[in-house]
Structures are given as C-alpha cells and as structure tokens.
C-alpha cells in the first residue's frame, strides 16, 4: 500500500512541538480530553486494564485515573519524549503491543488521522480487546482546515498553474462508522464536533498548527519549500472568502468520535428481519385514543 503519510516526519514534528511548548497551542486536546471524561462518565463498568494508544501527553490517561473506574492504564508512546519519564510502552505507530484479548479498555486521542492504515489499526486494536471490552477514539476528521485547504489550492493554482497537497486528506464520519463494522465491533458509533477557532490572520493559524506539530506530513508533498509570494497570496484569499465582520479568519477543526465494543454474547442483538410480533402497518392504522 502507497503510504499517505510521513510518519517519520510526523513524529519529527511532534518531537519539535514537545521541545518548543507554546501556551495554549494544545487547546484541541483538551477539549477532546473533556469529551473522554464525558463518554467514560456514561459507561456504567469497571475496567481492569485499559491502554492508551500515541496521545502523545498524559492528559488521557489521566482521565482515566480520576475516572476511579480503570485499575491498570498502560500508556503507549512512539517516542519516549512523550512519556517524560513517566512509566509506559514504546512502539512503532500503528501497532497495538499486547497480546490478544489482553485488555479491556483502549483509548486513542488524535492520532489515527495520522496513520496510513486505520483499518488495520482497528482491527489490532479490536484483537487485542476481551470480549465486550470497549474502544474510544477520537481524530481529526474530514472538515478539518477546510478553509486552509481551499485557500492554499486557489493560491498556488492561480501563482503557478496547479497544486500539489499541503492538508492531509481527513476521514468522514460515515467512513469511521463502516471501518468500526469492518474490523468487527459490535455496536459501533461515530458522530462528530466541529471546533471553530479564530485567528488575526493564516499565519497566526499556521503558527499554532507549528506549536501542535500538526505541519504537513504527507508523503506525496512537495519538497519545494512554499513561497512569501504564495502564503501572502493565500492569506488573502483567506481573508476574502473566510473572514468575519471584524476582520478575524475561522479555522474548522472536525472532531471524529468513535466506540465499538468487541462482540460479545451478552451484548443487545438486533432483532432479525419479520420477528416483531406486531406490524407497523397495524399501529399506524389503530385509531386515535386507543
């Protein structure tokens, strides 16, 4: 399979972001660890052992602790930076490091956009669940940086006659609720938040995006470093097309939650086809006040 990302560089630019902190820059993440809180909070269960999977910081695998309902949380890194020198797993991105059927609970915060396959990084992780163990994840989804995407294409189609990609392709809500079924979770659900962020101008979004390490890593991009003349003529378009009243950019940022849990016989079944003891037909026609 042709890969679409650089996960190299990807983890370079993380390991620069990590390096060079920025307040404020990893608001993306906390607002996703809030929605963890809020999902765990609604799961009436304990769980034994749980992981979390290349979220690059502490801050959801801390949820889990004060959740009270995780006995064991193992955190799984990349890079050791991020673990700094807290306790936890190295691995390649894009694998799951346990054995089959070994824990109950797996989280991923922002960072399955990233990988080149997220079917089988699913599948893994759906292995590597008990039954009726359950997932959570949450990733960057399509939507996201629209406004960057369609500026930057304007921009250098109008400057040199084409484009080449600068935004990573994002995956669609409907796609994450098809990929959940095909690595075979059983009661899958994926909805989706959009984030709105304002910003002075594009190079005030790109300087966050440089803070969060969230740079173009795409393996197909171009290798010619982009121009004064091309962002200059992108934040115009940015501001002509995307711009508020006061003058101020939107950025979109697409947040894609997902959760299945791995089958499980004492999980609710759909009911099969014609096995309702009463038709719709019939209730639709019963009169009014009975």
Request: hydrophobic share 50%.
């Amino acid at each position: 399979m042709q890969p679409i990302m650089d996960t190299s560089v990807w983890l370079a630019h993380k390991r620069r972001a990590l390096i060079h902190p920025v307040e404020g820059a990893d608001f993306l993440m906390h607002r996703a660890v809030e929605d963890l809180a809020d999902r765990l909070g609604a799961v009436e269960r304990r769980f034994a052992k749980a992981a979390v999977l290349f979220c690059q910081t502490s801050a959801a695998a801390d949820v889990l602790a004060r959740s009270g309902k995780v006995a064991d949380i193992a955190r799984v890194e990349a890079d050791a930076a991020f673990l700094n020198g807290a306790a936890g797993l190295i691995a390649p991105l894009e694998t799951v490091p346990f054995e089959p059927q070994g824990l109950d609970l797996v989280v991923s915060l922002l960072s399955l956009q990233t990988m080149n396959d997220i079917p089988g990084m699913l599948i893994q992780i759906r292995r590597a669940l008990r039954p009726d163990g359950l997932f959570l994840g949450a990733f960057a989804g399509a939507g996201t940086l629209a406004e960057l995407r369609e500026s930057l294409l304007v921009a250098e189609t109008e400057l040199y006659g084409g484009a080449s990609p600068r935004v990573i392709p994002f995956t669609d809500v409907r796609d994450a609720g098809a990929l959940l079924q095909r690595a075979g979770f059983a009661l899958p659900v994926a909805d989706v938040e959009t984030v709105t962020v304002r910003y002075a101008n594009l190079f005030a979004l790109m300087a966050d995006l440089r803070a969060m390490g969230e740079t173009t890593a795409l393996a197909d991009r171009s290798r010619r470093p982009g121009s004064r003349r091309l962002f200059a003529r992108a934040a115009e378009i940015y501001a002509e097309r995307f711009s508020d009243p006061d003058g101020r950019i939107r950025a979109s940022f697409s947040i894609v939650w997902m959760s299945g849990w791995a089958p499980d016989a004492s999980q609710q079944k759909p009911l099969k086809p014609g096995s309702a003891k009463v038709s719709l037909k019939t209730i639709l026609e019963k009169p009014e006040g009975h």
